[in-house]
């Protein structure tokens, strides 16, 4: 089973800049110990990261025809804005986890619509990276695998 890891803009500065907010953990860290996690439930994981809405919108297309099972995606910023990233994770039709790292609705009102969400099979927000497990294991669990 493979499943893609997306991040969207300014996720690449994780653990540089307010670690208040948003931890000490690195996109790297994150990325690594999720490919070992998703190793363990037989899975093989593909991780990117872009700061450009045009290029996640590619990768999701590709994941279309490179075999992508599901995805696991952090929209950033685009959350909030991406009507693009919405109609691509449609339109891929491949079944999607939306992750945040922190708990949007305690955060400004913006923050608080999601345009993803609708399109998504579920979200899991607020708690940091381990967001991330947690989101693999349900999308696998979707997927029938071992999750
Ligand atoms: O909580 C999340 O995971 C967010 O997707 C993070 C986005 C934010 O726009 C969303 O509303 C919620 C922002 C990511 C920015 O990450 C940074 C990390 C370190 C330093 C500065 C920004």
């Not at 800049?17 to 190793?39: F, H, Q």
């Amino acid at each position: 089973m493979k499943i893609l890891l997306l991040n969207g803009p300014n996720l690449n500065l994780l653990g540089q800049r307010e670690p208040g907010v948003y931890g000490r953990e690195t996109l790297a860290d994150i990325e690594k110990n999720l490919t070992k996690v998703a190793a363990r439930s037989g899975c093989e994981l593909e991780c990117f990261q872009s700061n450009h809405e045009g290029a996640l919108v590619d990768r999701i297309h590709q994941a279309f025809s490179g075999g992508v099972n599901g995805i696991l995606i952090n929209p950033g910023a685009f959350t909030h804005s991406s009507i693009a990233l919405r109609d691509a994770v449609a339109g891929v039709a491949l079944p999607t986890v939306e992750i945040h790292l922190s708990n949007v609705h305690a955060r400004e009102e913006f923050r608080q619509h999601s345009y993803i969400a609708p399109v998504a099979i579920g979200q899991i927000l607020g708690f940091g990276p381990l967001g991330y497990e947690l989101g693999l294991k349900a999308l696998v669990h979707h997927l029938g695998g071992a999750g």
